[in-house]
């Protein structure tokens, strides 16, 4: 069965510090993968998507950077955070050319 | 061009019934449904492929209507686990991504 893993669950940042968050996936081979952010009480921002492993579209100019280093692999990183850069960060993955995307548990970022 | 979910929110006792909808104004491929409890990811509950199409699962079904761009959710017999937010997700089969809609929060309440 395919499985999606993120980690940490929770994270409290400075501002400033750098960022790393990791995300992978079991069950499937050459996914798309997705990074989301969600504020409080709000709806999804796509971030970044990957169709493969190194190929990565950036849909909001930030001070964020993903990568693709393996196939299930999607990492989301920063040098220095901003506080507005706190939120519910979620990564996706889709296995199927009609594209629904299953969400891992997402990882709650507070930068201080 | 995101979809336009209504209502925003809304208020049941259990047993009622509910619907949610998604409209786009861009020629649509498909669209999906999703729930979200508070604290936790959105779970995938279906999608509705372009063909005027209608799904059900358990207590919870959907159509969508191609000519208005268009989809419906339909919650009957609200259980209190519904409770949640509700996003539909629209593809124009062109790319990668979903347009995602504002949400819809449903409370349910004994």
């Known amino acids: 069965s395919q499985t999606i893993h993120q980690w940490p669950a929770t994270l409290v940042q400075p501002v400033g510090s750098p960022l790393s968050l990791e995300c992978t996936v079991e069950?499937?081979?050459?996914?798309?993968l997705y990074w989301y952010r969600q504020a409080a009480g709000r709806g999804l921002q796509l971030l970044f998507y990957?169709?493969?492993?190194?190929?990565i579209s950036s849909e909001v100019p930030q001070n964020l950077s993903a990568s693709r280093p393996q196939d299930r692999q999607f990492i989301l990183s920063s040098k220095k955070l901003l506080l507005s850069d706190s939120g519910f960060y979620l990564c996706a993955f889709s296995g199927s050319s009609y594209n629904e995307q299953f969400f891992g548990p997402g990882t709650r970022l507070t930068v201080l | 061009q995101q979809p336009v979910q209504s209502p925003q929110a809304v208020i049941l006792r259990e047993g009622e019934d509910a619907v949610i909808n998604c409209s786009s104004s861009?020629?649509?491929?498909?669209v999906h449904w999703y729930r979200q409890k508070h604290g936790e990811a959105p779970v995938f509950l279906m999608i509705l492929l372009k063909g005027g199409e209608q799904k059900g699962h358990e207590k919870i079904s959907a159509s969508f209507n191609e000519k208005k761009q268009q989809s419906s959710l339909y919650l009957t017999a609200s259980q209190l686990s519904y409770s949640g937010t509700y996003f539909c997700g629209t593809s124009d089969g062109g790319n990668y991504q979903l347009i995602w809609g504002a949400g819809t929060k449903l409370i349910i309440k004994p």
């Open positions: 990957s169709v493969g492993i190194g190929q």
């Open positions: 861009k020629a649509l491929y498909s």
């Open positions: 069950g499937t081979s050459n996914p798309n």
